[in-house]
């Protein structure tokens, strides 16, 4: 039995008293004729009365948390443990800002039309592929050398439209998951690179999100953040193929790590692992990521306090 | 406890009086507990998870920030760390999922036709373990989701940031959690046309009810 599709969440949020007054009437008066409706909101009451009732704790329990508190050292406020750590988790957040600057910095001055850069057009399209066409890539590309391997870099935007309505539409959320390369514009090297994903157009392996922090000017019109995609290395050279993404976030921590423990490290920075719904509101929010294997459920945050 | 009475008590212990973390203890552990419960499935472990949310709060109680309910901040404490633990478990069992995405719907899922109603009323403590079993067929994130709210009565508003998502997405997957929890008991043969015995949440009172 299905609920009639207007009600569904209705006789959800109704049962969790959290509809409107006006919402509230409507669902009243709509299961006084649908059996189906009636039937299930009754259902929905009664699963809910029955998962609220809460199980006893064993008396012993306070007594035991209590003395493990006393047996902690002094001071409560103490975060995190020193830990080892592997070294690559030290170096994805330096290849994450090493590879915005040998590859953003030429390609962003690329993905910007330029009145004598003749093809440039193109560039505003998702995918860039700076060796193949390297003409198409102008001046930027040629005043920036590019690191080793990252002749097979591409670019992915998924930005607003002042780059270009090829770009991705911007409400659509950013995660690892999400972006795909444009057909068009992809060739053999990124093919490539997504067959090595294994997963087609599901996931992008190794490719690097960051927040293109937006100029002063671009500060002045409200620009919101820019994600760009990079790929100057595979997952499995920096680890993050361990995680969801590993995802670094500097000074004030966000509201939805509130709570998460992180493990501080003498380098200066802290990490912690998290869920993947906490990493999609991170990478939705702008911070530096990069991206792991889609398939894991735990994501790394890198904190800079 | 009021948000006031709260504020103090976590002044107090952050100033050295670590007694004074008990009442926090006292008025949170059933919730704490219950809410483990039923995220790792079984006393033993969440009698650990619950424990170890305790000290990590006592731990990172610097790290409150006020800006939410302590409860709330203590949910999440206590989800991250089931989540992590369930996450380890996996790795060490084999689990076949028979769930992949959040809309596909189970393709064996049988749905129980409503004119054979059966009538019968019964046992609540077997009605309770079907319940308890169809909670744990649902897919993760239904679950985690259904338990959350149902355990802690959290806002849609709280239960957003606690999971990280937004607060619409709260409100249509706990729709879609329920009506697959729904489809799942009517499939279930022993259930049937089932009545709970039901506990008011706020009253604490119980009474059956039958067709």
């Known amino acids: 039995m299905i609920p009639c599709e207007e009600f569904e969440e209705l006789l959800s949020a109704f049962v969790d008293g959290e509809a409107t007054p006006e919402e509230q009437a409507k669902v009243s008066e709509h299961v006084k004729s649908c059996k189906a409706c009636a039937s299930l909101l009754k259902l929905y009451q009664d699963i809910s009365g029955e998962l609220s009732a809460l199980p006893e704790v064993p008396e012993t329990f306070r007594k035991r948390v209590m003395d493990q508190i006393a047996a902690l050292p002094h001071e409560p406020a103490k975060r995190g443990r020193k830990v080892f750590i592997k070294p690559w988790m030290a170096t994805v957040a330096a290849a994450a800002c090493l590879a915005l600057v040998l590859l953003i910095s030429p390609l962003r001055g690329a993905l910007t039309p330029k009145k004598d850069a003749g093809g440039t057009q193109g560039m505003k399209l998702a995918a860039v592929p700076s060796a193949a066409a390297p003409e198409a890539a102008g001046a930027g590309s040629a005043s920036a050398p590019m690191a080793g391997g990252a002749d097979d870099a591409y670019m992915m935007s998924a930005t607003e439209a002042e780059e270009g309505d090829a770009a991705a539409a911007p409400d659509e959320p950013v995660s690892c998951e999400a972006p795909e390369l444009n057909p068009d514009d992809t060739n053999k090297q990124t093919a490539d690179r997504q067959t090595h994903s294994g997963s087609g157009s599901g996931g992008i392996m190794g490719g690097i999100v960051t927040a293109d922090r937006p100029t002063p000017q671009e500060m002045g019109s409200l620009a919101p953040p820019r994600f760009t995609l990079g790929a100057p290395e595979t997952a499995e050279d920096t680890g993050a193929a361990d995680y969801y993404a590993v995802i670094t976030v500097r000074g004030e921590m966000p509201e939805v790590l509130a709570g998460v423990e992180f493990t501080e490290h003498s380098e200066g920075y802290e990490t912690a692992e998290v869920p993947v719904e906490t990493a999609r509101a991170l990478i939705e929010a702008g911070y530096e990521t990069v991206c792991g294997d889609a398939a894991n459920t735990t994501a790394l945050v890198v904190y800079y306090p | ?211």
Request: proline letters at 2%; a negative charge; aromatic letters at 8%.
């Open chain 2, 1 to 211: 406890m009021t948000a006031l009475e709260e504020r103090e008590i976590i002044h107090r212990v952050l100033e050295g009086d670590t007694q004074a973390f008990e009442r926090l203890v006292a008025e949170n552990e059933k919730k704490v507990y219950a809410l483990a419960l039923k995220m790792v499935g079984n006393e033993e472990d969440a009698l650990d998870m619950a424990q170890e949310s305790f000290l990590k709060a006592f731990s990172n109680l610097k790290g409150f920030r006020g800006d939410s309910r302590f409860s709330v901040w203590l949910y999440r404490l206590t989800y991250n760390i089931c989540i992590d633990f369930i996450r380890k478990r996996k790795r060490t069992q084999t689990f076949a999922l028979t769930y992949t995405d959040e809309d596909g719907e189970p393709a064996e899922l049988e749905i129980a036709d409503e004119t054979t109603d059966p009538a019968a009323i019964m046992e609540t403590n077997q009605l309770r373990r079907v319940l308890g079993e169809c909670v744990d067929a649902l897919p993760p994130h239904h679950k985690e989701i259904i338990v959350m709210r149902e355990i802690t009565g959290l806002s849609y508003q709280d239960i957003a940031r606690v999971l990280g998502i937004s607060e619409g997405t709260v409100k249509s997957r706990l729709a879609r959690a329920r009506r697959k929890l729904a489809q799942l008991l009517r499939g279930n043969p022993g259930f049937g046309e089932g009545t709970f015995a039901r506990e008011d949440r706020h009253t604490g009172e119980r009474e059956v009810e039958t067709h």
